[in-house]
């Protein structure tokens, strides 16, 4: 199962791949402002695909684990320029993921 870690104010959270209640994360609206909106859980692109309501983002966490349980100690670092792709819908936000369980990256071309 895939894990999100994200930063906010300060404090490293976890977002599971099972939908929660309270969890919020961030996304990168095209203005360049973060956003934050409801954590849905994980879908797979196929499926996200077909989300007729669904809208790309970038969602702003800063690494990911394919690990299961309460102590993951191999979180894999998101590398500057990349984010994990987010399909958002009118209730909240899914991460996407590729067949084989990981996340699903898009790169951000550095501006000059």
């Known amino acids: 199962m895939t894990t999100f870690r994200y930063r906010f104010n300060y404090r490293q959270d976890a977002l599971p791949a099972r939908p929660t209640k309270h969890l919020m994360v961030g996304i990168h609206t095209r203005s360049g402002d973060t956003e934050r909106v409801r954590w849905l859980g994980t879908l797979e692109l196929d499926r996200a695909k077909q989300l007729t309501d669904a809208r790309p983002v970038r969602l702003d966490v800063n690494a990911y684990t394919l690990e299961d349980g309460e102590w993951v100690t191999g979180w894999q670092p998101i590398p500057a320029g990349w984010f994990v792709q ?8 899914y991460g996407v993921l590729v067949k084989d369980g990981s996340p699903r990256f898009v790169h951000e071309p550095a501006t000059q």
Not at 86 to 93: F, K
């Open 86 to 93: 987010g399909a958002l819908v009118a209730h909240g936000v």
